[in-house]
């Protein structure tokens, strides 16, 4: 899943995808992420919501938590994101009161604008030589 890709390039910690499809048809899926501070999982949340915004087209419906940073949770309505500080992840225990959802470890590397998740077939076709670009200008100084 994309968004806990860009929570991990935050370096959020212990990130779990929970898998709801079966259980729920509140959400398909929980991302359940953790900050180390108040400016971590603000850094981490607002990563979530501008990348999948910036690079997926997907938009936050809603989110809250915000004036306390324990708990942001970023609804995107096919899934949630919850990012939260240690000690409220600890009591919530999203993953205990979820534990009949199949869970995914996310430890892989970040996602990259430069690198594609899917591999690229190699084309069969000849390559072509690129036409020679001439540059026209009309600008004038002007005096």
Known sequence: MKAAHYALEKKATDIHVLDLTSITSMTDYFV???GSSDRQVKAIAEAVISEMRDREGVRAWHSEGWDGLQWVIIDFVDFVVHVFQT???????IERLWADAPMVDVKDEPASPKKSLRP???STAPRRKAPAI???SDFKQVK
């Open 87 to 93: 000690e409220a992840r600890h009591y919530y225990n």
């Open 32 to 34: 359940v992420t953790t």
């Open 134 to 136: 001439k540059v026209i």
């Open 120 to 122: 690229r077939k190699p």
